[in-house]
């Protein structure tokens, strides 16, 4: 393991990511992992599927994002902040929040159709999960890839910018928990919540300051620290807010393949502004999992 990278955010097929698992597990053995976390939106499915395709080759951490509502927080142009919790060695029983998700999912697909029909846009449900990738869970991503393939859009990514991102005409929001629900229901399914790119909550300093403290007062266990989208400065910056309030600096490119640009590859960032291999952050987040696992049990 000595001298291979970390990266504990990656996304396949199985949510909004464009590789399969094995083209993703193929290129992180590519680009020197030795460590990697398939960190799925709302599902767990991929992990099993990893773990016997790393094989020896590579650790398969088990991870998973989540979005919260940053409502509350931001009173106004909230539809640009974006909070997303990563938990890490969450138990199965998380499936229980994710249930509460999809449901709330499926409810904004048939609103998000409803809409698109109003402008005149020919779709329908069935369409929809003919196209889907995961004909289980179904999101607005697949809306995106019909409307392509529907002749309405040249791209599913132009399909999404234009009919069903935040501000689009078919947009429709989903119910969420609040960021501290969130950390607080991943730790009482023994997972270590770690706050992902954090420069998407779009705050000052100071209020990113006071917003993290608010999450660690209520169990917040790291900072995604290493990710391609922070330079220097906002490293060092959170690097002290870790130091400050006892959390684990994590490391994750965020990958999610196609042919978005910047190119941001697994392990090694964009123009190999990653490449992180200190091991101790993997200790470091297995230390927090045990004082969680032991607290879970003495509340039992």
Do not use: W
């Not at 030795?34 to 991870?63: F, M, Q, R």
């Amino acid at each position: 393991m000595n001298g291979k990278f970390i990266d504990l955010h990656v996304h396949t097929d199985f949510s909004d990511g464009f590789d399969t698992i094995s083209e993703v597990i193929n290129k992180a053995i590519k680009n020197n992992v030795g460590v990697l976390s398939l960190t799925e939106h709302y599902n767990l499915s991929s992990y099993k599927i990893a773990c016997e395709i790393a094989g020896d080759d590579i650790t398969i951490i088990p991870g998973i994002e989540i979005g919260a509502d940053m409502s509350k927080y931001i009173k106004e142009d909230n539809r640009k902040h974006v909070c997303h919790i990563l938990g890490y060695f969450v138990s199965k029983d998380i499936c229980k929040l994710l249930d509460m998700y999809e449901l709330e999912r499926y409810a904004c697909t048939n609103k998000t159709i409803s809409l698109l029909n109003r402008q005149g846009i020919n779709i329908t449900l069935e369409d929809v999960i003919e196209n889907a990738r995961d004909k289980k869970s179904i999101g607005r991503f697949d809306i995106a890839i019909t409307l392509k393939k529907l002749g309405y859009a040249k791209s599913s990514q132009e399909a999404y910018g234009k009919y069903l991102d935040h501000g689009g005409k078919s947009y429709v929001q989903r119910k969420k928990l609040t960021p501290i629900q969130l950390v607080k229901k991943i730790r009482e399914f023994g997972g270590v919540p770690v706050l992902a790119h954090p420069k998407s909550l779009r705050f000052d300093k100071k209020n990113e300051e006071v917003f993290i403290k608010k999450l660690v007062k209520y169990g917040l266990c790291g900072i995604e620290v290493y990710n391609p989208n922070n330079g220097t400065k906002t490293r060092e910056e959170l690097l002290e807010l870790c130091d400050k309030y006892d959390l684990v600096p994590t490391v994750g490119s965020d990958y999610h393949g196609g042919k978005r640009k910047p190119v941001i590859e697994i392990g090694l960032g964009i123009g190999n502004n990653l490449n992180i291999s200190d091991m101790s952050i993997l200790e470091k987040l297995e230390e927090k999992k045990a004082k969680i696992d032991s607290k879970l049990k003495k509340n039992q």
